[in-house]
């Protein structure tokens, strides 16, 4: 029989997984090292769809001292969330606080009991700087399975919320992602921007940059509902200031057809 490939994947979310990487990575805080390696792993925890790196112990530059763990929650969610969270782990090992010059970040570090990863620790990513190699890197690593391509589409396709029109085009992007629904990415001269008000939001992607956010006027449970990125990294320049709908919240229409509403870790439930 032959293998999904996808499910498969999707199946070992429960495990410890590990993958060692060749590139330097280097971690700093305020301009002070914290780690320095050229034997890195990246880990993907139990739960977890994005990976960290871990480092050698040797590696660390920076204070690592015991702390208690923390209880992970009861139940368990089947995904935790991307890059949050970090002192919650569900594989056996020791958390530890980082010491940096004078300052000390709470369990931001943490020693797994398994072998083949017990000389390492994992670091968490939001309060350091990263680079790989000598290029700097936000958002999370650079996931070796993980890519992303924009192709150009002139399907019709139709965006709407609650019965409402917001998107109308024959000339989009589509942006797929691994392990993520198709994104469509809209001129905005086909996007209905009178029913959009800026947000406040911001958030980061390690492929794509960071992106801007726009909620439906007046309506509180669309909020934060598309976006866009207004200086996209590399691998985003097709998609520089186009507009993107969340797939899970709103209907999509491509040439006439229904399109099912894709689950993902952005799915609403209950919604």
Known sequence: MATHLGAH?????????FQPVSRRIRVSLGG????????????????????????????????LVPVDNVSPPDPV??????????????????????????????????????ADLGDHVLLSWAP???????????GH?????????VLTTYRHLVVSYDGQVLADSRNSRALY????????????EDVRMDLLEPSDTRTVCAYKG???????????????????YPDPLHDAEPVRDLVCFYAEWTDLVADGVPVP???????????
């Open 261 to 271: 509403r894709p689950e993902s870790p952005f799915t609403r439930r209950g919604g």
């Open 32 to 63: 002070h090292p914290v780690a320095d390696s050229t034997a890195a792993c990246l880990v993907w925890e139990p739960h977890r769809i994005v990976p960290l790196y871990a480092v050698p112990v040797a590696d660390v530059s920076a204070g």
């Open 141 to 149: 690593p650079h996931d070796p399975f993980s890519r992303i391509d």
């Open 77 to 114: 969610p089947s995904v935790l969330p991307p890059m949050q969270a970090f002192e919650i782990h569900l594989a056996p090992g020791q958390s530890y606080d980082v010491v940096v010059a004078d300052q000390v970040l709470e369990r931001a570090a943490y020693r797994f009991e398994d």
């Open 128 to 138: 350091f700087e990263w680079t790989e190699d000598d290029t700097p890197v936000m």
């Open 210 to 228: 960071r992106a801007t956010y726009h909620s439906l006027a007046g309506v509180t449970d669309a909020a934060d509902l598309a976006w866009s």
């Open 177 to 188: 992602e691994s392990n993520l629904p198709t994104r469509y990415y809209f001129p905005p």
């Open 9 to 17: 994947l999707a199946s070992l979310r429960d495990d410890l997984r």
